[in-house]
């Protein structure tokens, strides 16, 4: 990976947490529910979807970006060769089909006669070819230029600027026809294909709009359910149904606002007061509202953590990391902090992730890293005598509601277990991912929501080379694993190189801090049906949605 900074961060969102506002309200004839799920006629006066992100929006360039709010942004108004469906399986949607040889190296996509960017013209295999290698370019690659040259013959080199374009194994034999040869049999690959980063591009349209390409809605052009039509990277979006997509009919909603709004409070009156159709409930609104019938749980493939900084003072110290990793109970933090279906993580994958066996990863793993506050202490006092003085550390937290709390929470359980007091800097989203990438932090609240359903997804970013977004770490022995099971056929032989990843990373150098495998309650009015949340890659899709 170049691997390495993200998804969501990254797949899947509090970060997100999704969803739930408009830009432009547009009004409905909602009447106030009360806390107790009393019962109340209602029924949405327009064909208009309200809802909200709760932080703001980083970057809308698909090549670039990194993290779950923007991946979200963009599976409206873009599409793949494939989309995951409700069922989270991949469905045809720019491809009608696609052929795979016997030795499940090479796909062939035959792409729709009627699919089309939203100025009309057609949408074709050069539009993917050139996409996915700007994509993997070393001059305009992203840190997800990983998910397409770890698995396309001739990407990783092209990606590392050691060869050229043309030895990268992508042809589009026509306008409709797209090959492309793996560098190994990988039984995902279609799934791969709705991820954001492989959607398509139009060459004459990036190329006319230069770095001002994605910066604002005219600046980009849409070949999904949605088109933008207001766009405002601290404020939110408005979209509107593509009238070019080639499945538009079975689009349900004419109008979708996203607005910002990172007080979850705020986002409850506005649910309240009928101005937004979901709610991410925060953790002191859960019982109140746990018995109304529009009350809901679900889960994604995403883990939060603390990523510690090995570059940075005193966090390289070992012992300071593990006393810091030990010393707070994950337990406390999900059942009455957050209090919303979240679950305390004791390793870093998601539960009921794939495994082998038929079992899961963490059902194979069990429990990597638990809370011991006395042993916490003795690595404290250990770290504290070869630095040769007490440390000064900050928290680096986003300014959401969520993560300010787990930042109040890491302070208050660090004074009581080791007697420290540790300072807070809180920034907006973005912030707070940029704040990595210049490595001005000691450690920081971050989260990695999946890609896809496989514990590579996770275990692979922490590969060197080293770099601040993953907290400067590189170990041989953890690159020689995770580098054998991306080659390694037989699965069990493949879990167990990544079971043993996963304790070096976490046991051994003690990288993060688990915190929990996020879990989201919210409000969600009756009228609203079909709305999709993927516990994996963009968890937002809103193509199936109906609010009448």
């Known amino acids: ?19 739930l506002s408009g830009c ?43 993290d779950t709010i923007s991946f979200s942004v963009l599976n409206n108004v873009m599409e793949g060769l494939y989309r995951i469906n409700q069922d989270n399986e991949p469905e045809p949607a720019m491809a009608k089909s696609y052929d795979v040889s016997e030795d499940g190296l090479t796909y062939t996509f035959h792409l729709r006669d009627n699919v089309k960017w939203s100025d009309g013209n057609p949408v074709t295999a050069n539009d993917f070819k050139y996409s996915w290698l700007r994509a993997m370019n070393p001059d305009t690659a992203g840190s997800y230029s990983f998910i397409l040259a770890d698995y396309i013959k001739g990407g990783a080199k092209f990606a590392a600027g050691e ?9 589009a034999k026509d306008d409709q026809t797209l090959v492309v040869q793996l560098e190994k049999p990988t039984p995902f690959f279609v ?13 004459k349209f990036v190329t006319e ?31 509107e149904k593509n009238p070019e997509y080639w499945d538009k009919a079975n689009v349900g909603v004419d109008k979708i606002n996203l607005k910002v709004i990172k007080e979850q409070s705020t986002a409850l009156n506005l649910y309240e007061a009928g101005d937004l159709d979901r709610v991410i409930l925060s953790s002191a609104d859960v019982n109140s509202f746990k018995d109304s019938k529009e009350f809901g749980t679900e889960t994604e493939f995403t ?44 390793g870093l994958i998601a539960p009921k992730m794939t495994g082998a066996d038929g079992k899961s990863f963490r059902e194979l793993q069990g429990d990597v890293v638990k809370p011991d506050v006395n042993k916490a202490k003795e690595l404290w006092e250990k770290g504290v005598k070869e630095l040769g003085k007490t440390p000064e550390i900050t928290l680096l937290t986003a300014d959401d509601t969520v993560s300010k709390d787990t930042g109040t929470f890491l302070q208050s359980e ?56 993953r907290g400067n770490y590189s170990n041989t022995k953890y690159d020689e694993l995770v580098t054998e099971a991306k080659d390694e056929v037989d699965e069990k032989e493949r879990m167990s190189k990544l079971l043993e990843a996963e304790k070096i990373l976490l046991q051994d150098d003690a990288v993060l801090g688990t915190l929990y495998y996020q879990g989201t309650a919210f409000l969600q009015k009756p009228y609203l049906k079909g709305m999709v949340t993927h516990p994996s890659g963009a968890p937002l899709d809103l193509k199936y949605t109906t609010v009448q």
């Open 1 to 19: 990976m170049v691997k390495k900074w993200p998804k969501l961060l990254g797949v899947f969102l509090l970060g997100l947490m999704v969803i």
């Open 24 to 66: 432009n309200f547009e009004e409905s004839s909602s009447d106030a529910k009360d806390k107790k799920g009393g019962e109340k006629t209602e029924k949405k006066a327009e064909n208009v979807l309200n809802l909200s992100l709760d932080n703001d929006i980083p970057d809308l360039n698909q090549v670039k970006t990194t």
């Open 163 to 171: 060869t050229a374009a043309d030895t990268v194994a992508i042809e």
């Open 191 to 203: 799934s791969l294909t709705a991820f954001v980063t492989y959607f398509p591009l139009n060459e």
């Open 209 to 239: 709009k230069g770095d001002q390409f994605a910066l604002n809605n005219q600046n980009i052009l849409y070949n999904g359910p949605y088109v933008i039509t207001d766009y405002n990277q601290a404020e939110g979006v408005s979209l």
């Open 303 to 346: 883990s939060y953590y603390i990523q510690f900084n090995l570059g940075k003072d005193p966090i390289s110290n070992t012992n300071i990391r593990k006393a810091l990793q030990l010393a707070y109970d994950p337990e406390v933090l999900t059942s009455v902090v957050l209090n919303n279906g979240s679950e305390p993580a004791t």
């Open 414 to 469: 660090y004074k009581k277990n080791l007697g420290i007091d540790i300072q807070l800097v809180t920034k907006p989203y973005s912030g707070r991912l940029q704040t990595m990438r210049d490595n001005d932090y000691q450690m920081v609240v971050s989260k990695w929501g999946a890609d896809y359903n496989d514990p590579m997804t996770y275990l692979d970013l922490w590969m060197s080379p080293a770099i601040p977004f």
